[in-house]
């Protein structure tokens, strides 16, 4: 790639290294892991909290940098990517490389140190798992690269709980569950409305390579799975109704939002209404259910 | 390098230093408070 191996005439603008840490990804990770970290028994000191939030937050901001390094030549071949810094032609790929590598050690050196190294090697276990066994090694060479990336951004509640109890019991594991399951769904739903970008890379996206059909099945299997999992918390006693009845009236409007997406063809020129709807409602609905849990669990303690 | 290239180049320098120093200052403010909550516990 030309235009990230030259030297650059102007030094990077401070915003392009803020840009390579996907502040919008990192967002949801914040919430998850404060809701992981809200809905845990126990106590934790503020500052303590507040310092763990931080190294997730920053974790996943160096995961984020050290996967547009490694993926600025596909990222170059896609309109939705190709005006990141490293495309763009406006960073050098090394100082991609350093900062991801930096903003990581020093996440996960905090966490250690202010919180506890079960949380910190938590950490770094999601980091290495979303910069190398996703981004390098699983993504270009399978259709199921997004069911195994979704464990990347499964991580943050569950250190978000662990951050507060020290041990991983049953609970983060299931909150782990919820993100890994609702992942192929969502992102299966984009993948639906903007295939033809990843094909021009090749990458294997479940719609390129295993069909639409296929792929609007599995929507629909991952869908009802989904609403197993959430549900399991409140049977299992670890939460009480509140997240039970929110569980299960957002988990079947998730179902019911698959079925269209599950059941038709697009046409041509399709405006792939019912794929972008789901996709919408998937991230609210994220939202929507950590809510609750820490609502509920709230009132519970 | 042109005298707008120039003036960019500082620009973005000087930027570049201040936004670096505010996270210093950020980390030195929590490491300090992390201190204090450990020590106390």
């Known amino acids: 790639m030309n235009a990230t191996t030259t030297t650059l005439a102007l030094p990077t603008d401070w915003r392009d290294f803020l840009a390579l840490t996907k502040p919008r990804v990192m967002s949801l990770v914040v919430f998850t892991g404060l809701c992981g970290l809200l809905a845990a028994p126990g106590h934790i000191n503020p500052v303590l909290g507040f310092s763990a939030i931080l190294c997730i937050a920053l974790g996943a901001g160096g995961a984020a940098a050290l996967n547009q390094w490694w993926e600025a030549d596909i990222d170059a071949g896609m309109k939705r990517t190709a005006h990141r810094p490293l495309p763009a032609g406006r960073m050098r790929r090394e100082d991609a490389r350093d900062f991801g590598i930096a903003l990581s050690a020093a996440s996960v050196l905090v966490m250690g140190l202010a919180v506890h190294w079960l949380a910190a090697i938590t950490l770094a276990v999601s980091i290495v798992y979303y910069a190398v066994v996703y981004t390098i090694w699983l993504k270009p060479r399978t259709p199921q690269n997004i069911v195994i990336g979704g464990g990347a951004g499964a991580f943050p509640p569950l250190i978000g709980w662990i951050a507060v109890t020290g041990e991983i019991t049953a609970m983060p594991l299931l909150l782990f569950a919820i993100i890994f399951v609702w992942t192929p769904p969502h992102f299966w739903a984009l993948a639906l409305f903007v295939k033809t970008d990843y094909a021009k890379v090749g990458i294997p996206m479940m719609p390129v390579v295993a069909g639409e059909r296929a792929t609007r099945h599995q929507i629909m299997a991952y869908s009802l799975l989904l609403l197993g999992t959430a549900l399991t918390p409140w049977w299992i006693g670890g939460t009480g109704a509140i997240y039970g009845m929110a569980a299960l009236a957002l988990s079947a409007l998730f179902v019911a939002l698959a079925v269209p997406v599950a059941i038709r063809t697009a046409e041509a020129g399709d405006a792939m209404k019912p794929e972008k709807r789901l996709f919408s409602y998937s991230v609210l609905y994220l939202f929507a259910l950590f809510t609750a849990l820490v609502i509920d669990r709230m009132l519970l303690a | ?41």
């Open chain 2, 1 to 41: 390098m042109t005298p707008q290239d120039d003036d960019e180049f500082r620009r973005r320098r000087r930027q570049r230093n201040i936004v670096f120093g505010l996270i210093l200052l950020g980390l030195a403010v929590l490491f300090y408070a992390i201190t204090i909550v450990r020590m106390t516990d």
